[in-house]
């Protein structure tokens, strides 16, 4: 993922958190049978060691994707119930990145701010507090 720098996070609780109240990404893997993303709910489980976490999901069994994580231990899986598998991914790096307006001259933020909090719902609110 291409990161300009007026878009970078490089604060790593921040980082964890937004994964936690969001909770719902793109599970991307690339293999000898090509490239695939899938929308999947995850859920963040950062222990007690100083890793950066790992990401737990699950999907459904008759999604072949679970078939392509060929790292998880077959004793493991094959003990999950048996409407859905689960995936795990231990975070290696976390790269955050935030796309608010940082590089739009201060009218222009203050115009994306003014429409963001007169639209409906908390996201649109949540979207203006990010915006400086």
Same mark, same amino acid.
């Given at each position: 993922?291409?990161?300009?720098?007026?878009?970078?996070?490089?604060?790593? /609780?921040?980082? +964890? %958190?937004?994964?936690?109240?969001?909770?719902?990404?793109?599970?991307?893997?690339?293999?000898?049978?090509?490239?695939?993303?899938?929308? $999947? &709910?995850?859920?963040?489980? #950062?222990?007690?060691?100083? !890793?950066?976490?790992?990401? +737990? #999901?699950? $999907?459904?069994?008759? @999604?072949?994707?679970? +078939?392509?994580?060929?790292?998880? &231990?077959?004793?493991?899986?094959? /003990?999950?119930? %048996?409407?859905?598998?689960?995936?795990?991914?231990?975070?290696? $790096?976390?790269?955050?990145?935030?796309?608010?307006? +940082? @590089? %739009?001259?201060?009218? @222009?933020?203050?115009?994306?701010?003014?429409?963001?909090?007169?639209?409906?719902?908390?996201? !649109?609110?949540?979207? /203006?507090?990010?915006?400086?």
């Amino acid at each position: 993922m291409y990161v300009p720098d007026h878009f970078k996070i490089d604060d790593t /609780s921040m980082l +964890q %958190q937004y994964i936690r109240e969001y909770g719902f990404g793109l599970l991307i893997f690339a293999d000898d049978s090509g490239i695939e993303a899938h929308h $999947v &709910p995850f859920l963040l489980d #950062c222990g007690e060691d100083e !890793s950066l976490g790992t990401l +737990q #999901c699950h $999907v459904a069994r008759k @999604n072949e994707v679970w +078939q392509r994580m060929d790292d998880a &231990p077959s004793d493991y899986t094959g /003990s999950l119930v %048996q409407a859905i598998v689960g995936i795990e991914i231990t975070i290696g $790096v976390l790269t955050g990145k935030l796309k608010a307006s +940082q @590089n %739009q001259p201060e009218r @222009n933020r203050a115009g994306v701010k003014a429409g963001l909090e007169a639209g409906d719902g908390a996201h !649109s609110l949540a979207m /203006s507090r990010l915006i400086d």
